[in-house]
């Protein structure tokens, strides 16, 4: 699989000392443009023991590999200042976990808006650690007085490979997160009584099902239930316990009662994202379907990126972003005089180069600017690639609401409609993992066809028209002439 390798150069160590928190920042993207060393905030954090539990948290999810655990994984979270919150993300090593603190309602100076990695090392874990009570501790994130004068200068250089499925990860949470409904909310106890009632085995499967008012552990589906496969995974909320003051649940539409049968005729496991409220700010994991399957071979993106005019469309979407809280889609629409279809399928495009995510508690995407390169998509989603080559080669012929594509292991068969094929990776994951290459191939040739139908018939009606007029104006020369005839 491929693997880049992103250096991250620090001015120096991040450090808390003397109720001073300073993030030491990597490059980044700024609405000032690139900078070295970003300074993006500077002022203070009203709960200091929830969001220094709340960075540890993030950062134990960037260190960690829930699915066959090794060590040796490191990787520094990211951190987006939009102007009114910082968001730190990261993902798990597997790429199954992804986390996310929002902190909200800065108390301070906002120097600038973008994104940038942050170091947090070893010294620093331990001291966030020890951090306690809720008295205010100042942040800086970005390099400023304190950190010049206590760093003399000294340079910390990360060399840290970032495999394409940390990238992809990134592009297929925000797709299928964006299909999630509110599921269940809890009052802190209950959270808390829910939470540490969940089996301590790392691999467990569970189901959180509705109780009224509350939530219960089962291990079967139920109706309106949310999966947790791997209860594990979930250990990162558990020190945040002390703190919460809700917990809200979220999970696909239609819940557990109405999940689709995996190949050996189970119930098929689905992403989950459990979302801890603090005082002032939250905290969110999402949960890919299974401890071993990682967000990246979903496949959620696919059908958005097969369109022929999404990238297009992204370098105008994407020329509107501007590192708002909130990317509202029907403004983007307004502004771009594109259609809300073609707009979703655009931040789909952008999403695969890490520029935009998505916030359940808002439903909203949001900006933010990760160091890859576009260039970089058709590489990291394989199944696309060999989609257009079948139907740039001619292998797919139409018939229909069918399709037949001919491959070296034979001729599929695809229902357009319900996105089914004969192929094996249908047959082992139903459309669960989204959809397979004949069927992307399928319909692009039969969005192909359309596009060439109708352009044939908007050049036939034009035609038509122009043959009309034509006639039109020879009718007229010929009834003017035939009246000054008459006159004379």
């Not at 929830?50 to 979270?77: F, M």
């Not at 909200?104 to 942050?118: H, I, P, W």
């Not at 390169?373 to 696309?384: G, K, T």
């Not at 070296?408 to 959809?435: I, N």
Request: some cysteine; overall charge neutral; hydrophobic content about 40%.
């Amino acid at each position: 699989m491929t693997q880049a390798v992103q250096a991250y150069s620090y001015a120096g160590p991040s450090l808390l000392a003397d109720g001073r928190l300073g993030l030491s920042t990597s490059g980044g993207t700024a609405l000032s443009g690139p900078q070295t060393h970003p300074r993006f905030f500077s002022g203070l954090l009203t709960q200091a023991a929830p969001a220094a539990a709340g960075l540890l948290a993030v950062a134990d999810v960037a260190l960690t590999r829930y699915h066959q655990p090794r060590p040796g994984w490191t990787r520094d979270p990211v951190v987006t200042c939009d102007g009114d919150r910082l968001r730190f993300e990261s993902f798990s090593a597997c790429g199954g976990v992804y986390a996310r603190l929002d902190v909200l309602a800065l108390d301070g100076d906002v120097l600038d808006r973008g994104t940038t990695n942050v170091d947090v090392n070893g010294p620093l874990r331990e001291a966030l650690a020890r951090v306690g009570g809720r008295d205010p501790l100042h942040l800086g994130v970005g390099p400023d007085e304190m950190a010049v004068t206590t760093l003399d200068g000294a340079v910390v250089e990360k060399k840290v490979p970032l495999p394409s499925r940390w990238l992809r990860g990134f592009a297929e949470v925000q797709v299928i997160a964006a299909a999630f409904d509110l599921r269940a909310e809890l009052r802190g106890p209950q959270a808390v009584r829910f939470l540490r009632s969940l089996p301590k085995r790392a691999n467990a499967t569970v189901w959180a099902v509705p109780a009224g008012r509350d939530l219960r552990v089962a291990t079967a589906p139920a109706p309106g239930g949310v999966c947790l496969s791997g209860a594990g995974r979930v250990a990162t909320l558990m020190p945040l316990l002390r703190f919460a003051k809700a917990l809200r649940v979220y999970g696909p539409a239609g819940g557990a009662g109405h999940q689709t049968s995996g190949p050996a005729g189970g119930a098929e496991h689905q992403a989950s994202a459990w979302e801890l409220e603090l005082p002032g700010m939250r905290y969110t994991l999402a949960i890919s379907p299974q401890p071993w399957r990682g967000f990246s071979g979903e496949g959620a993106v696919l059908d958005d990126l097969a369109t022929d005019e999404a990238a297009e469309d992204a370098d105008v979407v994407g020329m509107l972003l501007n590192f708002e809280p909130a990317v509202e889609l029907g403004l983007l629409a307004d502004r771009s005089g594109l259609p809300p279809s073609r707009v979703r399928a655009a931040l789909t495009q952008l999403g695969t180069s890490g520029r935009v995510g998505y916030d359940l508690h808002e439903a909203a995407h949001f900006h933010r600017e990760l160091p890859y390169d576009r260039d970089q998509v058709a590489e990291l989603n394989p199944r696309l690639t060999a989609a257009r080559a079948l139907a740039g080669s001619g292998a797919v012929r139409l018939d229909g609401d069918t399709a037949e594509v001919t491959t070296d292991g034979g001729v599929r068969l695809v229902r357009l409609a319900e996105g089914s094929c004969t192929c094996p990776w249908w047959f082992d994951h139903a459309g669960s993992r989204g959809p397979c290459k004949h069927v992307l191939a399928a319909r692009i040739a039969a969005r192909t066809r359309a596009e060439a139908e109708s352009a044939a018939r908007a050049g036939a009606e034009s035609a038509a028209r122009a043959g009309a007029e034509s006639a039109a104006r020879a009718g007229a020369e010929s009834a003017a002439r035939a009246g000054a005839e008459a006159e004379a």
